[in-house]
């Protein structure tokens, strides 16, 4: 087992998801659990979030692989995944009843060709581009989409959605600009007598924020693992981080003044002093661009990390400090003795990242250990 591993608080996970529906009254859920859950684990996510009484009624996912994974895992609740579908592995939508997004005629080729021989209908999401660029119709020519899509009997359409481009930043006109043009579609489609299923839009700076983006069902992120998406939203659903990294101290070192740590020499000791050697490293996904910039928790106090980071280890400078091999050090989070703590945002600072990439990147090599 190695000494550096990732603590996820399971009971804050819940906090945080329980909070959020405390905030959206009636709402549904689909919680989004893509990227292993942020980095935290998604068949242990899931399985805390379906604990609860009133459990997510949706899950969202980036890629199939993803949908596969929590299919397998007994997860019955209806999954949307954002990717559109390809030809390859068009059957296994239908196989593992998965809901794919559609916005044009060829993912509707696609899913009819492969469900053919099932022979059951085919649950979508039609997704409608209002102002990301990114992916989905043109709001302009939803409407006549959605209308064709609605008379074709191989297909429910179960959703209809969008995505927010800007809902985290402090200037919210652009989001307002995309609500209003989701708005013009779905006013339009009731006028047609046309059924969309649900329609969800907010993300989670539109949670916070964008109240009247909520419709059928919201999608919060980054929120249930605790964070939110920028400084510049409300805190207006309280939140506890989810997970910690934590190591140990591996090795001790006197070091005399005027000697490089690390690769590169890009760090000179001031004075004789004592440097640790601390098992985790880029490969783990403690960024580079931490190098001499970032700090640690250890025994109520912190200490810089010195010299480049390297693959598979980092140290710090902890001068005459009277600490051990095997002593705690906390990377990310927090020490709940003397409340010291070291965020994803102090990270983001020192390395011009945002709190989902810095989840995100916690490597596979780092055990997940819940609490």
């Given at each position: ?356 990439e810095v989840l995100c990147g916690i490597s596979k090599r780092i055990p997940r250990i819940y609490r």
């Amino acid at each position: 087992m190695r000494l550096s591993y990732a603590l996820i608080d399971i009971s804050n996970l819940k906090y945080n998801f329980l909070n959020i529906r405390k905030k959206i009254n009636d709402v549904r859920i689909m919680a989004i659990v893509k990227a292993d859950a942020y980095g935290h684990g998604v068949i242990e996510v899931v399985k805390a979030l379906n604990s609860l009484p009133e459990k997510p009624e949706y899950f969202g996912v980036a890629i199939l692989e993803e949908a596969i994974e929590l299919r397998r895992n007994n997860v019955s609740q209806p999954i949307l995944i954002f990717n559109p579908v390809i030809e390859n592995d068009s059957d296994l939508f239908s196989k593992y009843d998965l809901i794919s997004s559609v916005f044009n005629e060829k993912h509707l080729t696609i899913l009819k060709k492969a469900n053919h021989v099932r022979g059951r209908k085919i649950k979508v999401h039609v997704k409608v581009d209002t102002g990301m660029h990114r992916l989905g119709i043109d709001y302009r020519d939803a409407f006549d989409f959605i209308k064709k899509l609605s008379r074709d009997k191989n297909f429910i359409i179960d959703g209809i959605y969008t995505h927010f481009a800007n809902s985290d930043e402090k200037n919210k006109s652009y989001a307002h600009l995309q609500l209003n043009r989701f708005n013009e579609v779905l006013s339009k489609l009731k006028a047609g007598g046309i059924n969309y299923g649900l329609a969800h839009a907010a993300n989670s700076g539109a949670i916070l924020d964008i109240p009247e983006s909520y419709f059928d069902m919201v999608r919060p992120g980054i929120l249930i693992f605790g964070y939110y998406p920028s400084e510049v939203t409300s805190e207006s659903i309280p939140l506890k981080p989810v997970m910690s990294l934590i190591s140990y101290i591996e090795s001790i070192k006197q070091i005399d003044k005027d000697e490089s740590i690390s690769y590169g020499r890009k760090y000179f000791t001031k004075r004789k002093t004592n440097i640790i050697s601390v098992p985790i490293g880029y490969a783990d996904g403690y960024n580079r661009g931490l190098s001499n910039k970032s700090k640690a928790i250890i025994n109520g106090k912190y200490f810089p990390q010195v010299g480049n980071v390297t693959m598979d280890r980092i140290m710090f400078d902890i001068v005459n400090e009277n600490c051990k091999i095997e002593d705690e050090v906390i990377l990310l989070g927090q020490e709940k003795s003397t409340n010291l703590q070291f965020s994803a945002w102090d990270w983001c600072k020192l390395v011009n990242a945002i709190p989902y990439e810095v989840l995100c990147g916690i490597s596979k090599r780092i055990p997940r250990i819940y609490r």
